[in-house]
């Protein structure tokens, strides 16, 4: 009886030691600061429509997958910092100028293409720019189309893991 | 059996520990280790003055990378304005760089919030020169010796930031 005991408290420190240091929970588990826990989009993405981060890093070295259309809906600033190769540049979607930027884009695309969105200017919940353009892309009968969730920043979550990344314009 | 339950216990409170320090907002992360000096820049405010870091070297400086169209950034900005006036005779300067894509919001937003401190258009360069900026509020604290003493990532707590920078104001030379 005390063994098992001893081996349940051991187990819970074990799983407690492993989350504080960040090894688990990598994805939709990942901690975030109390105070950045905001429920700002009222009417948020579905969990089915969002694509994790290794997700798409292994689809896009994937040589058998569909290449997605991937899309920045955030800053220029940023997206020269760094961006996800290949991915186009249109601008915050938090804007009505950044808005029609996406749908003249997306005009020409053939509505079962594969797009994927992102941002990662700030925490996921409080991003400005995701929300609409995932809004306007479904709104123009796009169905696969997928918003990459990204918890904290595109450094924090995409760059600082490793995944590869391209510069300027 | 008994040193068997003061690991366990001793484990326990370590993990508890890691867990409370890894939730707290903003936390700053040990600046590389040995405090690299800040590097300088020179840039034009949204006022049209030139704003170089070294200009600000024997003071405590707040450098906070953000933009007008995020919001924790705009969360965090009043806090600011306030520890500006608060210790300004001590010694702070902070200083805004904006990562928006254009001069017309910022302005705008710097007349909106009343902000009382030098703001100028960063740019990937400016970002690239701190590490890179991938993602907005970014702040350094810099002391008087123009060190890095602490980075935040995402908003700063209001009470660890103060005290951070009432420490390093305390601090003649730090």
């Given at each position: ?105 997306l005009?020409?695309v053939t509505r079962k293409k594969f797009i ?18 995932w809004?306007m892309a479904r709104s123009m009968g796009f169905s696969k189309i ?24 | ?174």
């Amino acid at each position: 009886m005390k063994k098992a005991v001893i081996v349940h408290l051991a187990a819970i420190s074990a799983l407690l030691l492993l989350t504080s240091l960040g090894i688990l929970g990598e994805s939709g588990a990942k901690l975030l600061p109390a105070s950045l826990v905001f429920t700002d989009q009222a009417d948020p993405i579905p969990r089915v429509d969002l694509i994790q981060v290794g997700e798409l890093a292994k689809l896009l070295t994937a040589s058998t997958a569909e290449r997605p259309l991937l899309i920045q809906v955030g800053s220029r600033v940023l997206y020269e910092e760094a961006h996800i190769p290949g991915s186009e540049y249109i601008g915050p979607a938090d804007s009505a100028a950044g808005l029609a930027r996406l749908r003249q884009r997306l005009q020409s695309v053939t509505r079962k293409k594969f797009i994927v969105l992102y941002c990662g200017c700030c925490p996921w919940s409080r991003c400005p720019n995701i929300k609409p353009a995932w809004d306007m892309a479904r709104s123009m009968g796009f169905s696969k189309i997928k918003a990459l969730y990204i918890a904290d920043n595109f450094g924090a979550d995409w760059l600082e893991k490793g995944y590869p990344v391209a510069k300027g314009d | 059996m008994r040193s068997l339950w003061i690991v366990i216990a001793a484990g326990l409170v370590l993990s508890l520990a890691l867990l409370y320090r890894h939730q707290q907002p903003g936390s700053a992360k040990p600046a590389f280790g040995t405090l690299p000096v800040a590097p300088d820049f020179s840039l034009v405010t949204i006022d049209g003055q030139n704003l170089n870091l070294t200009g600000y070297r024997g003071k405590v400086v707040l450098l906070n990378f953000w933009a007008t169209w995020c919001a924790p950034c705009r969360e965090e900005i009043p806090r600011f304005v306030q520890l500006q006036d608060k210790y300004r005779k001590d010694g702070l300067q902070i200083i805004g760089i904006s990562m928006d894509d254009g001069p017309g919001p910022v302005r705008q937003f710097y007349d909106d919030f009343h902000m009382n401190y030098p703001v100028a258009l960063g740019g990937a360069k400016m970002g690239e020169l701190y590490g890179g900026v991938f993602g907005l509020p970014i702040a350094f604290l810099i002391g008087r010796d123009g060190r890095i003493y602490a980075r935040y990532f995402g908003v700063t707590d209001p009470s660890l930031l103060e005290t951070a920078i009432r420490k390093l104001l305390s601090s003649p030379s730090n």
